[in-house]
């Protein structure tokens, strides 16, 4: 079965209103637009699409981060206290599952290496009923509810206030480290998370179309956003909904719309050890082999295993480890996201895949269609 095939018959079920998929090769650049950008099927969907990219936003946001470790404004052993005062002397439970009023001081300062590598003792463990995790969801909630966050200063606050579930260096924990780099990001920068991203990684690969808003003059090629429920497909949120402005605290976890075409962009920068098209450095050779490089121990694996499926992490991105599946393989780089989005870049074929819908999914575990992607991209 083709790649379009393999879409429309996911469509023609019900499961998606449409899908934009872009599986690209050396020599050979499949693009696939199936379906409607609404349930209403008001206009079908294109190339040039937009759509609300979620999780596959942390990519993008390690990378800002290492082009300011590229340029010598932060170093990964640095306390990230320095920029983030409000994090500088984190409290941890005593054991993972002890009560939050249980606490131990953190051992050593939490590093910008943790911060990039999900390491900082923050964020979601397979294990939801942790205390710490418990108290963690409040403050990071749902990505995908972007006006639902206060500005920085204000959720960095609110952060401090929940101690961490591991010592730092500890354990890989998913999320919450992404929504960090973000703030990071800027206060080390003396700018907006959007500006630096603009700066460093949009204008020079091209990426015309990834932002924190969609405007009325590309609201028309904007998707509606669905939740899943028992009784069908439910609207979250409409083209001119919460991506219409600024929201107070643009998130790195997971705030960007954006293209297919304009995450390929982002994905060959990858493949090319960091160089945009026109040559020009986005990432040193070196950033990029930190970022598609395994960080975690077969325990951290372990602690996060509902998210990663025995797969390892790297920075912003997971890391395929071993080769349980026919879309597997060691060295594969990228993530999905909350919105029904997957990318991901594979050195060894240099091939990169990218597939973005508008159907909401709430299991981290990858639906049935999801997987028929990943077969038909490493086919």
Known sequence: MSLRE????????????????????PGNREVVAVGSADVEGSRPMAEDTLF?????????????????????????????????P???????????SSPVDDLVPAKRPI?????????AGWGFASDFTLPAVQALFPVQGDGREVRSFPDPDVWLARLAEVPLAYQPGEAW??????????????????????????????APLGMADTGFVVGPDRRDRFTAFYKKTAGGLVLADPADGQWSTMPALPLGNGGLAGTAGDWVAFGRMLLASGAAP??????????????????????QREIGALFLEGQGWGMGGAV?????????????????????????????????????????????????WLRDFWREAAA
């Open 111 to 119: 590093t910008v290496f943790d911060v990039l590598t999900g390491q």
């Open 52 to 84: 609300r990219i979620a999780s596959i936003t942390k990519p993008i946001t390690a990378a800002a981060v290492l082009t300011l470790v590229d340029d010598g404004t932060l170093a990964f052993d640095d306390p990230i206290g320095r920029w983030l």
């Open 173 to 202: 924990l998913y999320d919450t480290c992404s929504t960090i780099q973000g703030v990071l990001a800027a206060r080390a920068a003396g700018r907006t998370l959007p500006e630096l991203l603009e700066e460093r990684i949009f």
């Open 278 to 299: 026109d040559g020009r450095r986005v990432l040193s050779p070196e950033a990029v082999r930190a970022m598609t490089t395994d960080h975690t121990t077969a325990a």
């Open 6 to 25: 393999t879409l429309q018959r996911h469509v023609d079920a019900g499961t998606l209103p449409g899908a934009v998929a872009v599986v690209d090769r």
């Open 86 to 96: 409000e994090l500088a002397d984190p409290k941890v439970v005593r054991t993972p």
């Open 320 to 368: 395929d480890v071993a080769a349980g599946e026919p879309w597997t393989v060691p060295g594969r780089y990228g993530w999905v996201g909350g919105t029904g989005t997957t990318a991901h870049v594979v050195p060894s074929t240099g091939t990169v895949a990218v597939l973005l819908t508008q159907v909401g999914e709430d299991n981290p575990v990858p639906p049935e």
